[in-house]
């Protein structure tokens, strides 16, 4: 039965797989190219283990203050607090350090899988391969990044376009818009009046707050 379990979750994300090893080595590249070895991309892609927050803090570590490090942190990462509050009752059986590891490794892709399932050891198994492809390529990249010449330039712009193509799809894919419209607008208007360097932090806050407003007539949809 275990055998089955597992054979079943390395089946459904090998399009994770895929993804992850792709943007997972494009990290690893990238914070090569800034001095970091893979030991710091094994490290990052362990204890942080969000793509967009890994590309971000790249450059974050060379010229912002602890503080906006931790706000755009905790803006860029809290989705995954609500993917981990909708799993709560679904993981209540589930105790000790297993529970806190497969809320921790909810990120999106992995959320898409286990939140159809109420297998227990399906869940750990696909929270556990997908985190693994995204160390592989993290590490894969760093290393190749020391050992081989390389020119990085747009690799910094593979999460941008990941993020664009999922638009895309849920925008052609769903008949409700409203999400997609306040985070663009939002995004927009901050970047006008906060500038490249600042509008991250406040266009993040309210998106938050644009959506927590819209959450009934979304939820409804």
């Not at 490290?43 to 503080?67: C, H, R």
């Not at 806190?100 to 939140?115: G, H, P, Q, R």
């Amino acid at each position: 039965m275990r055998d089955s379990t597992i054979t079943r979750a390395l089946h459904d994300t090998l399009p994770v797989m895929t993804g992850y090893l792709v943007l997972g080595m494009g990290f690893g590249l990238l914070l090569s190219t800034r001095g970091y070895n893979a030991l710091w991309a094994f490290a990052m892609s362990v204890m942080i283990y969000s793509g967009t927050m890994q590309f971000a803090a790249i450059d974050l570590f060379a010229s912002a203050s602890l503080v906006t490090t931790g706000l755009t942190a905790s803006m860029i990462s809290a989705r995954h607090l609500f993917y981990g509050l909708s799993m709560l009752e679904r993981y209540r059986n589930i105790h000790g350090l297993r529970k806190i590891y497969m809320i921790y490794a909810l990120t999106d892709e992995t959320y898409s899988l286990v939140c159809e399932s109420d297998d227990e050891n399906y869940c750990f198994w696909v929270s556990l391969l997908d985190h693994s492809y995204w160390i592989a390529g993290s590490v894969i990249g760093g290393v190749l990044g020391q050992v081989l010449p390389f020119d990085s330039r747009g690799i910094d712009f593979a999460l941008t376009a990941l993020f664009v193509s999922i638009c895309v799809e849920q925008w052609l894919n769903s008949s409700e818009h409203s999400p997609a419209v306040i985070g663009f607008a939002v995004s927009v208007m901050c970047l006008v009046i906060f500038g490249a360097d600042n509008f991250l932090i406040p266009s993040m806050l309210l998106i938050t707050i644009g959506l927590f407003m819209m959450r009934g007539r979304i939820e409804n949809v």
